[in-house]
């Protein structure tokens, strides 16, 4: 189909206004937060409600024009770079609230609003909803539930689709569904909320989400835990889930990583220490105190060198510093930066890492890792410089053994960012061929002609 | 023909424009954290409205990939140079800055708009500009024709205890520095300070710079008023005409080098980051970043220079109001001041000090980019309003004149009561009530 046609056609289902062309506003489409990906689209569409988004894709299913969904463009994995041009729809414009159910402490939410704002927006009432990204301020509601995001809360909390009770999506044909609801058991036909969570825009258009909302935690207590070796860091860990205790929070740093802090913020953060454990204790007060107390024994007994109690909310903001500007600081080492987020069984945690600190060294790249020591979710952070091919050469190497070693351990390419098109190369070795055929077929189902979002998750098909 | 100059050629030459930068653009990871604070993507949602969506433009002119157009100038256009994405950013990207060599490269690239050039050339020559302004003419080209609702144009020049309702058109009748000797003596002087008063103080807000005059022979210093100052330069730096604004710089470091003072002091957030920021602006000539490098070190805006060399509280009359504070952009995350003028209205008896909500947002203001995109900054200050209503003041306070004149126009447009004034005309008034008793 000839490009103007195109928009012209795309001008007629959301008007003038929404629909942008020009080759600067085109380019400003062609990325997202995900170092080296970038392709031009043909056209950005901004819909208002979903008959108009039914109506854009149903044309371009007719015409077999891609697709990319795309909220706030945040995501670490190429999701939303138009990789085979066509158009780029911005869901944005989808930015209400729509109901907040008291009874049944559900929200009903259009997917361009940001999570941060849905917090704000049911604080007031003494509730959560708990997912809560890096980018909690920045992503928009759709990414992180075609992301199925986690966050720091994950461990207790769970991630986004254990707050997803219901969707209403657009099919790749331009059929609208409805899938769950307020209920909160369901077994009517299969979870097909479930399979769109988390299907990076590549099974269908989400418009609206039904979200479970949870009381807000009356009490909390931090600290922060200073190890001298990975063993010991890594068994705390291990034993404080065997103590059966499940803190809200449970964070590690790497030394590479506490080095890189303090360099640049000098805190004073033991710079030889092999790893720094973060560790939050949340609910009612009398449990609180009393997990406090046991966390604290645990963490004795594994040969913590130092540990110190949160006094207050801002001596925990202090503490939680170096958490907190990780990411910022190893990403001012270098130009680039790669979050990666391989994910292992909590008790395999010290083995992965020795292993990323291994492949560090054998292709000497910088390699910075902090993450969700709970869930065995670790972000080994890669920087580097983009425009040096010979150094991009090693990077993918250490990526390789990075990833394999994940594999080899039960682990996940990836805990929360998702494949996209960033960790594509290494899907058959986690599912193989035949747990890749089963996703194909599933793909090829609800979107035959392969408009959505083509070429990600599951690569060609 | 041999000599045609083709696209390509033509990119290369864009490319070149930003080659300096390529490291500094680098350096920004894609993260999109800037999209929470930028006041315009908050409206808009546009990727290019955000500095992540700059940088990437600035990138692709660099890499040859796009070419410097009408559009590209028009994306760069879209930034109030509030730093909020840079007080915010992850990397430590100075994206507001990178912003103005982005308009910067467009100026060099293709000249500036005419419009812009006879304005600029305009504010290049100051006795001309003055005249001008002094006409009306200049403020009269970027209001009226600019701004489409003519309400727009209504701001108050209130004085406390004057009909607040009461709206004025912008140009004082005198500007402030006709209306004063080049130097006020008083006796045995503390210090000798030298007041930049900025343009928009000088010819509309005379009030304000009144306000300052009086609060420092009030406390014992003599006020010298240099007559030959010009405009900081910041509306022309901020469009990234560098090469004019850093001779707008000169004039005011050669003017204010002839007279012998203890302090140079301003009242507008803009107009000191700007005088502390020439050495900077002048770095590639060594001699004038010294020089500058000497003035900006005796530089201090009003609220700094009290707190920092002492005020009298004794003779402090009562003003009975409640009253909240905006912080101006280039008060909060150019010069970091934000204490001072809130230990100046908090130690006023009788004031009942209110913080809003989001006090350090901007306001919408952005210096030209509120003629150039009223729309959007009107929507943006809104949002300002919305939070002033919550607290339920009698005055807004703000320390620069830009603000004073954007937040006023919302409140009208919004049919609110507030008054805006400076701290330091709270400050004035207060030791006048003073004497009454
Ligand atoms: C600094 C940083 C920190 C981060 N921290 C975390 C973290 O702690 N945990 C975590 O899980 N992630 C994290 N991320 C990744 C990212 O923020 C999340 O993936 C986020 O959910 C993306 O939201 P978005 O609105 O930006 O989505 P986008 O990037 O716009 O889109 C993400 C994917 O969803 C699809 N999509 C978007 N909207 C829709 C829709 N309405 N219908 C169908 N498909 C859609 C897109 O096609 C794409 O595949 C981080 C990213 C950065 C840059
Ligand atoms: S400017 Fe800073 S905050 Fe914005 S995308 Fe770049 S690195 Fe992130
Ligand atoms: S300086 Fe302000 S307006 Fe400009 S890009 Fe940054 S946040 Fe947005
Ligand atoms: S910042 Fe504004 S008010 Fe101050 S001198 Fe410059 S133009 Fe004039």
């Known amino acids: ?461 | 023909m041999a000599n045609e100059i083709t696209a390509e050629e033509i990119n290369k030459h864009d490319a070149t424009l930003l080659k300096d930068i390529d490291d500094a653009l680098a350096n920004c990871m894609k993260c999109g954290n800037c999209q929470a604070g930028c006041p315009i993507y908050r409206e808009t949602r546009k990727e290019f409205s955000v500095a992540r969506g700059k940088i990437s433009l600035m990138q692709a002119i660099l890499s040859g990939k796009l070419e410097i157009t009408k559009e590209f100038d028009s994306m760069m256009a879209q930034c109030l140079t509030c730093k909020t994405c840079a007080a915010n950013c992850p990397c430590g990207v100075k994206a507001d800055e990178l912003i103005l060599r982005g308009r910067h490269a467009t100026i060099k690239a293709r000249g500036l708009n005419p419009i812009k050039k006879t304005v600029f050339s305009l504010l290049s020559n100051r006795p001309l500009f003055n005249t001008v302004l002094r006409m009306g003419g200049m403020f009269g080209w970027l209001t009226f024709k600019d701004i489409p609702d003519k309400n727009a144009v209504l701001s108050r020049l209130p004085m406390p205890g004057m009909d607040p309702n009461r709206a004025t058109a912008p140009l004082a009748a005198t500007p402030l520095r006709s209306e004063f000797p080049p130097v006020i003596k008083v006796d045995n002087p503390k210090h000798k300070v030298a007041f930049f008063t900025g343009c928009t103080i000088n010819f509309m807000y005379t009030d304000m710079g009144k306000a300052v005059i009086d609060v420092l022979t009030e406390n014992g210093n003599e006020v010298i008023l240099p007559g030959a100052q010009h405009c900081c330069g910041t509306p022309v730096h901020v469009s990234g005409a560098f090469e004019l604004a850093n001779e707008m710089a000169k004039h005011n470091i050669e003017v204010f080098e002839r007279f012998e003072c203890d302090y140079i002091v301003g009242a507008c957030g803009s107009c000191v980051e700007a005088l502390k920021d020439y050495p900077k602006w002048l770095a590639d000539e060594p001699d004038w970043a010294a020089r500058a490098q000497a003035i900006a070190d005796k530089v201090r805006e009003i609220s700094q220079f009290l707190v920092e060399t002492g005020y009298k509280t004794d003779n402090l009359g009562a003003i009975n109001k409640t009253v909240t504070m905006h912080d101006p952009c280039h008060m909060v995350r150019g010069i970091h001041v934000t204490e001072q003028p809130r230990e100046i209205l908090k130690s006023i008896p009788g004031i009942n000090f209110v913080e809003m909500k989001e006090h350090d947002r901007c306001c919408g203001s952005g210096g030209s980019f509120s003629l150039a995109h009223y729309e959007l900054s009107r929507q943006i200050n809104d949002r300002k309003c919305e939070n002033i209503k919550a607290t339920n003041a009698d005055y807004v306070c703000a320390s620069c004149p830009s603000c004073r004149m954007h937040i006023t126009d919302g409140i009208v447009q919004n049919k609110m009561p507030q008054v805006v004034y400076h701290p330091i005309q709270l400050l004035a008034e207060s030791y006048k009530l003073g004497k009454q008793k």
């Not at chain 1, 769950?180 to 036909?189: A, L, T, W």
């Not at chain 1, 966390?295 to 109690?309: G, R, Y």
């Not at chain 1, 990780?326 to 010290?350: H, M, N």
Request: glycine fraction near 10%; include cysteine.
């Open chain 1, 1 to 461: 189909m000839e490009k103007d046609q195109l928009i012209a056609e795309m001008k007629k289902i959301v008007g003038e206004e929404n629909v942008l062309h020009s080759k600067e506003a085109l380019y400003s489409y062609s990325y997202d937060a995900t170092p080296g990906h970038v392709y031009m689209p043909d056209v950005v569409v901004s819909p208002g409600n979903v008959q108009e988004v039914s109506a854009i894709l149903k044309f371009a299913n007719e015409h077999k024009i891609p697709v990319y969904p795309r909220g706030s463009g945040t995501n670490l994995s190429a999701g939303t770079a138009p990789l085979k041009g066509g158009i780029v729809l911005l869901m944005l414009r989808f930015n209400k609230i729509l109901d907040l159910d008291l009874e049944n402490l559900i929200a009903e939410v259009e997917v361009g609003v940001v999570v941060q704002d849905i917090n704000d927006y049911v604080a007031p009432h003494g509730l959560i909803y708990p997912p809560d990204p890096g980018t909690v301020k920045t992503a928009s509601l759709g990414g992180t539930i075609n992301e199925n995001s986690g966050g720091l809360r994950g461990l207790k909390y769970g991630i986004t689709k254990n707050y997803v009770q219901g969707l209403e999506v657009v099919l790749a044909n331009g059929d609208i569904i409805h899938t769950g609801g307020k209920n909160v058991k369901d077994v009517s036909g299969y979870d097909m909320t479930k399979l769109f969570t988390g299907s990076e825009g590549t099974l269908g258009v989400v418009t609206k989400a039904y979200l479970k909302l949870v009381p807000k935690p009356e009490a909390q207590a931090s600290m922060i835990a200073v190890f001298n070796t990975l063993e010991d860091a890594g068994n705390a860990v291990s034993d404080i889930i065997a103590a059966k205790i499940i803190p809200a929070t449970m964070e590690i740093l790497d030394n590479a990583s506490i080095r890189t802090v303090e360099d640049f913020m000098h805190v004073g953060l033991p710079t030889d220490a092999a790893a720094i454990l973060l560790l939050e204790v949340d609910g009612h007060p009398v449990i609180v105190a009393d997990e406090k107390e046991k966390v604290l024994e645990v963490l004795k007994k594994n040969n913590a060198a130092e540990v110190t109690l949160a006094k207050s909310p801002e001596h925990k903001e202090q503490l939680w510093t170096a958490r907190r500007m990780a990411l910022p600081c190893l990403a001012k080492l270098r130009p680039t930066t790669f979050v990666e987020d391989a994910t292992v069984p909590r008790s395999k945690l010290t083995q992965f890492l020795r292993i990323v600190t291994k492949a560090a060294k054998d292709y000497n790249v910088t390699i910075g890792t902090f993450g969700h020591a709970g869930d065995g979710n670790m972000h080994p952070t890669i920087v580097c410089d983009l425009r040096d091919e010979e150094e991009m050469e090693r990077v993918h190497k250490a990526m390789d053994d990075i990833f394999r070693g994940a594999v080899e351990l039960g682990g996940t390419l990836s805990g929360e960012h998702g494949i996209g098109l960033g960790k594509l190369p290494w899907m058959e070795l986690q599912h193989g061929k035949e747990g890749m055929n089963a996703m194909k077929a599933i793909k090829r189902a609800l979107d035959p002609n392969l408009i959505l979002n083509p070429g990600k998750l599951i690569g060609e098909c």
